[in-house]
């Protein structure tokens, strides 16, 4: 089906949104979610037109992180260790750390997601990229302390650690992943699009307008910016100070439409 140029224009749109935050803190709610997200590097606000694209589980770790943190049961790392350092025992130069944790770590999760997601396919796939992703998070926290040189049994503890912490928050995962999965792609469909920080999708606890104007109250300067895959462009910035972010929910939707229709016209002349 033929899409006119217009849909063309607003599908490419991605506004890219820096921010810089100011040490001073405020005893007012912040309804961005997670500060941590927001608070360093690079954010971008996505609108439909691959905004859903982005709505992926490894998008999803960090605000799971900070929501799924049980701690790691003694059988895990009894029955870990006992395998691990039998393996080390027999050639100690040869276990690393983070890669042993890893191994074992995706080694169980197709089978953990296989009995969760049942025959749901999109489910399984969710649940293993979401479950490889926090192998990885949590096997390089973990063996981050530990050389190559260190003891058999202090590298056994180390990736253990790492690989009974992802078991013992695999269901909270699974389920935050669920959550923030629908939440994002019902974010996108909105005018006001979702935010992402960092590559990672931020489950902001207002509104987008409630969030932009708190960045501004805490001392952010926060710059948009837009985009076309054509000739159309646009550009702004809100400073700490401004009562409200330039662009607001239909406001932005129609400066995008706006500048698409004017893209077109100018294609027709030429």
């Known amino acids: 089906m033929r899409r006119t140029i217009a849909q063309l224009f607003v599908s490419a749109f991605t506004f890219a949104v820096p921010v810089l935050i100011a040490s001073s ?25 691959g905004c859903e694209g982005y709505c992926e589980p490894v998008r999803f770790e960090a605000e799971c ?8 049961q003694a059988s895990c790392t009894g029955q870990c260790q006992a395998a691990c350092e039998g393996e080390c025992t027999a050639d100690p130069g040869s276990l690393d750390c983070k890669g042993s944790c890893k191994a ?40 981050e302390a530990t ?16 690989e009974c912490k992802v078991d013992a928050n695999f269901d909270c995962n699974f389920n935050c992943t669920s959550e923030l999965r629908g939440g994002c792609e019902v974010q996108c469909t909105t005018p006001d699009g979702a935010l992402f920080c960092n590559g990672q999708y931020v489950d902001i606890a207002g509104s987008m307008e409630e969030c932009k104007n708190w960045l501004l109250s805490q001392g952010v300067e926060v710059e948009f ?15 700490p100070g401004s009562s409200s972010a330039p662009f607001a929910g239909t406001g932005l939707a129609a400066l995008v439409a706006g500048v698409g229709v004017a893209a077109a016209r100018r294609r027709k002349r030429s």
């Open 104 to 143: 074992s770590c995706t080694g169980n999760c197709e089978a953990r997601c296989e009995a969760k997601a049942g025959s749901d396919a999109g489910a399984r796939a969710d649940c293993e990229a979401s479950c490889s992703s926090s192998c990885e998070g949590e096997c390089s926290v973990s063996c």
């Open 147 to 162: 050389p190559p040189s260190a003891s058999c049994e202090a590298k056994c503890e180390a990736s253990c650690e790492g």
């Open 225 to 239: 910016h837009a985009e076309a895959e054509a000739e159309a462009s646009v550009s702004c910035a809100a400073a």
């Open 25 to 49: 803190a405020s005893a007012q709610p912040n309804p961005c979610g997670n500060l941590q997200l927001a608070a360093a590097g690079e954010c971008e606000i996505r609108t439909e037109g």
């Open 65 to 72: 992180s900070g929501r799924c943190t049980g701690g790691v």
